[in-house]
């Protein structure tokens, strides 16, 4: 087709000669570099000196952009302080210049980077104890902090006109306020800005920590990395550039007011990061620019309406608010529909376009092939993320000797062929299908992994916030579908999980454990027990709970937290009780009294049961089993079939599930 | 020495509120809302003009700006907040900041950034107390209205079945749900109390002072250190971070400068966060590498 069967030799040459391929990859760069170089280098001469001025301020910006970027997307920490750093920087350089007239301008811009770099450092101290929000409200603490001292010395000194700088000299030259001058300084620290960054992130032991570090701070940790450490080192680097940049900005202005550094700048710096992208250097350097040149886009639209017209009006006499309001729409819109922001849709678009282009490259051979071959010739080609998930996928999605069992009469529950599927692209089950009689217990076995608790998850439901859904098959309670339900109007049906883990709410009492199943929520008026009733009822059940109640869920021992998750669950009232796992963890005694517990439960309330468990220990109180491996039901029966010397069972979990 | 303590009395509860709006906030859903100020200057905006514009009652025009106030907390979370579930608090915290933008926007542009005087609605009297001090009607309604409002707070979220699910909700959002509770309600409340308590703030400053757009910054976000200061998961530490702001505040105003007053309150939560972060009040559990 065309010319794209062309191509389909290249994969060989590439293997003859890897650097072919390098640089048929580095040249059109390399290329892009050159001629971008050259157009910014060019740029001033075709803009008019008041479109240099938003060009600079654009600059200047990218600056403090490129670290915030260092601080917020690469060590994962929240600054609403940049403003404050940039006031540091700017009103230490306007003093130096005040005081010692001699000094090179370029000597109190790097004290201004210097002192603000300090004040990084003594903020980032309580990184040595906080995380999260308490550091990001550090942060805002010091702005405040900050805005007063320079505001404060600003009076006792200049007075309100503001700090009047020289003119900025570098070496002989002297840049005044011709702004194409100032162009190519800025233009050199930027790049001096980015190509240190990048340095520091890309090639470097430091670099691979932070990065770490900005994701799974616990692991970082566990692996021996100094957490704390790096964020003070984050803080200091990107408030030194920060104040860099408000050194320059005194010199660029000429006239520096304290008051310039408001919140709202601080804000604005943020939404440069949220806008280009967490994380991303060439993302804050668009959102920098773009962030900057807002102003001036609100103002031609004003201007480009009609005139005299009412929008044209309200348009041009609220330039400011509007400005304000379409960052902050920015920011919102970004954050709910595209997070990993410009830079993320860059890369999806280019994905998107490979893709396009691959799938056009193998369209000849494309139908004769079946699945598991097409499979194999992306093997071939397993350098995207989307190839490899693809070849992934092919290999697990094929279900293997799945079964659907039919039940013998009327079920309290069925599930068909369920496929769980989260957010990544990561199957929890393929094809699972099981069914609960009424007035049973009912035992779902398989080994680690095989899927158990994804299924259970899918039929009590999943919060809209865990990224799961149930992606095929469905689930019947009563003859009635019931698929893809919120765990809340599960528990209305009556339908009540206990959860393998995070089972019990650990900063709440036993008592309130329990009375938030007596009272609130959509089982209401299931139970009817007063909050103190609901203990006494409970501990009919497990009396060890009685003694309990005034302590944290928190402090219970494993054997205790699963007493107090089954009573809490019962209170509820369920038809259908579902227990993941209640052996997972627990003393052999433990598990044999809480199965005994839950058999009276079956037999005495008549509450049905359906629980998981990865060994046949459970045997003995069910009526009925499914066996999973790999997300498919392989098995069912009635557990003694299973086997006194448990031959399907060693065929199952101890060879094929064992190895997993 | 008593005079100021009598004088900090009123800006003390004025205080209390702003910080139980951010406690309110962090004890039934875990987050930080920066917008904070800037929904307490909304309400009190609506207040005024409820009030002025409306002509209607005082007793009527709070309730109608709370009941607005909880409606707009409850929308925003329900359109946005929502939707931003399980992807941690910095999206949400960032969030709130664009959000912060977008209402500061719109209340200068509905309502301009003039200072305004609310009309009086009650007699404000002068008592004079013993080591010639004195205190005004509006101080005495403002101090025991917060007493009352902290109480009542505390009774809700500590001690009723409702305020059980809040804590609920905050600790284990899934857990909850697997509970039956509808998580997405109790934390919609959450906000919705939350901006209640901001907006009250608000209106009882500007009958004590005036209603300037400053209040945004100076009052609702202010109010993070206070609510640090006495325990950012404790109710009625809020009060006792209040007092203590307050009072340091009014000494630096007396012996420093009154410009000095906000960043003493900020320098306080600073080193609330350094030496103690869970405040006066607050329990020990807080956020550690």
């Known amino acids: ?660 | 020495m008593f005079p100021l303590l009598v004088d900090s009395v009123s800006i003390a509860g004025i205080y209390a509120l702003s910080a139980l709006s951010w406690v309110m906030l962090y004890r039934t859903t875990r987050l930080m809302n920066l917008a904070n100020g800037q929904f307490l200057l909304l309400g009190t905006y609506l207040f005024a003009s409820f009030l002025v514009q409306f002509g209607l009652p005082f007793p009527v025009a709070l309730l109608a700006s709370a009941a607005a106030i909880a409606i707009i907390g409850a929308v925003v979370y329900a359109t946005m907040l929502r939707r931003l579930e399980g992807q941690g608090e910095f999206t949400i915290v960032i969030l709130t900041l664009g959000l912060a933008a977008v209402i500061t926007s719109l209340t200068t542009m509905i309502w301009g950034d003039q200072d305004r005087v609310l009309p009086a609605t009650m007699n404000d009297r002068t008592f004079h107390l013993p080591l010639s001090a004195t205190i005004t009607t509006y101080d005495i309604v403002v101090i025991v209205a917060t007493i009352i409002l902290v109480g009542l707070a505390s009774l809700f979220i500590d001690h009723l079945p409702f305020g059980l699910s809040m804590r609920a909700a905050a600790e284990n959002p899934v857990l909850a749900s697997q509970t039956g509770i509808r998580v997405g309600r109790v934390l919609a409340a959450g906000w919705a109390l939350s901006l209640v308590a901001a907006t009250l703030s608000g209106i009882a400053y500007s009958y004590v002072n005036v209603l300037s757009p400053d209040i945004s910054e100076q009052l609702g976000l202010l109010g993070l250190a206070p609510a640090f200061v006495g325990g950012l998961d404790s109710i009625p530490g809020a009060l006792v971070g209040g007092l203590i702001v307050a009072l340091c505040q009014s000494f630096a105003g007396s012996y420093i400068s009154a410009g000095s007053q906000d960043a003493v309150a900020w320098i306080l939560m600073l080193l609330f966060l350094l030496l103690r972060p869970q405040g006066v009040l607050g329990s020990k559990r807080i956020e550690r590498v």
């Open chain 1, 1 to 660: 087709m065309r010319r794209v069967t062309a191509s389909v030799p290249r994969p060989a040459s590439q293997l003859a000669w890897p650097g072919a391929r390098l640089r048929r990859v580095a040249t059109p760069r390399a290329a892009a570099v050159a001629v971008l170089l050259v157009a910014l280098i060019l740029l001033p001469l075709a803009l008019e000196g008041y479109q240099i001025n938003w060009i600079d301020l654009a600059l200047l910006a990218v600056i403090g952009a490129l670290a915030l970027n260092q601080l917020m997307g690469v060590a994962g920490q929240v600054s609403v302080g940049n403003a404050a750093f940039m006031a540091i920087g700017a009103t230490v350089a306007a003093a130096v210049a005040q005081s010692a007239h001699s000094l090179p301008p370029v000597l109190g811009v790097l004290a201004g980077a210097v002192a603000a770099a300090v004040v990084g450092a003594i903020v980032g101290i309580p990184a040595l104890r906080l995380r999260g929000l308490y550091l990001a409200a550090a942060t805002l603490a010091l702005y405040y902090i900050v805005s007063y001292a320079t505001n404060q010395y600003q009076t006792d000194t200049v007075g309100a006109a503001g700090w009047f700088m020289p003119s900025f000299t570098i070496g002989g030259w002297n840049l005044g306020v011709d702004q194409k001058s100032w162009y190519y300084l800025l233009l050199i620290v930027v790049a001096a800005t980015f190509l240190f960054l990048r340095r520091l992130t890309d090639g470097s032991r430091f670099g691979r920590a932070w990065h770490l570090t900005s994701g799974h701070p616990k692991a970082a940790s566990a692996m021996g990395v100094d957490v704390a450490r790096l964020t003070v080192q984050a803080f200091v680097i990107s408030s030194f550039l920060i104040g860099l940049e408000g050194g320059l900005y005194a010199y660029y202005v000429g006239v520096l007011d304290s008051g310039d550094f408001t919140l709202t700048l601080s804000i604005q710096y943020v939404a440069m990061i949220v806008i280009g992208g967490w994380g991303s250097m060439a993302g804050a350097m668009v959102g920098a620019v773009l962030v900057t040149l807002l102003p001036l886009g609100v103002e031609t639209l004003g201007s480009s309406l009609p005139q005299g017209g009412a929008v044209g009006q309200f348009v041009a006499a609220n330039v400011p608010s509007l400005q304000g309001i379409v960052y902050g729409v920015l920011i919102v819109v970004f954050l709910m529909y595209q997070p990993r922001g410009l830079a993320g849709l860059a890369e999806v678009t280019t994905e998107r376009i490979s893709q396009l282009r691959r799938r056009t490259r193998r369209q000849p051979a494309g139908p004769d092939l079946p699945p598991a071959a097409a499979a194999a010739t992306l093997v071939a080609d397993p350098g995207t993320p989307a190839a490899a998930a693809a070849v992934a996928g092919a290999a697990r999605a094929e279900p293997r000797g799945d079964i659907a069992p039919v039940p013998p009469s009327a079920p309290l529950l069925a599930a068909e062929r369920l496929r769980v599927s989260y957010s990544g692209g990561v199957f929890g089950t393929h094809s699972v299908s099981l069914f609960v009689l009424p007035g049973e217990i009912t035992l779902l076995l398989g080994a680690n992994g095989a899927g158990k608790s994804s299924t259970l998850r899918a039929i009590s439901g999943f919060s809209s916030s865990e990224g799961a859904r149930v992606a095929g098959g469905r689930v019947a309670l009563d003859g009635q579908d019931v698929t893809g339900s919120s765990p809340d109007r599960m528990v209305g049906r009556g339908v009540v999980l206990v959860p393998e883990r995070d089972k019990v709410f650990a900063d709440l009492t036993v008592a309130e454990n329990l009375q938030l199943s007596a009272r609130g929520g959509r089982r209401r008026r299931a139970s009817g027990v007063g909050p103190s009733g609901a203990v006494q009822l409970v501990a009919g059940t497990f009396p060890a709970l009685a003694a309990l109640s005034a302590r944290k869920a928190g402090v219970l021992s494993g054997g205790e937290r699963q007493m107090l998750a089954i009573g809490r669950a019962l209170l509820l009232q369920p038809r259908l009780l579902i227990v993941d796992e209640l052996s997972l963890g627990l003393a052999p005694r433990v598990v044999e009294e809480l199965m005994s517990q839950l058999q009276l439960i079956n037999e005495e309330h008549g509450v049905t049961i359906l629980m998981a468990e990865q060994n046949a220990a459970a045997a003995s109180i069910a009526q009925q089993a499914f066996l999973i491996e790999t997300g498919v039901t392989r098995w069912s029966g009635p557990p003694g079939e299973l086997g006194a010397g448990g031959e399907l069972i060693a065929s199952y979990l101890g060879t094929d599930l064992a190895g997993e």
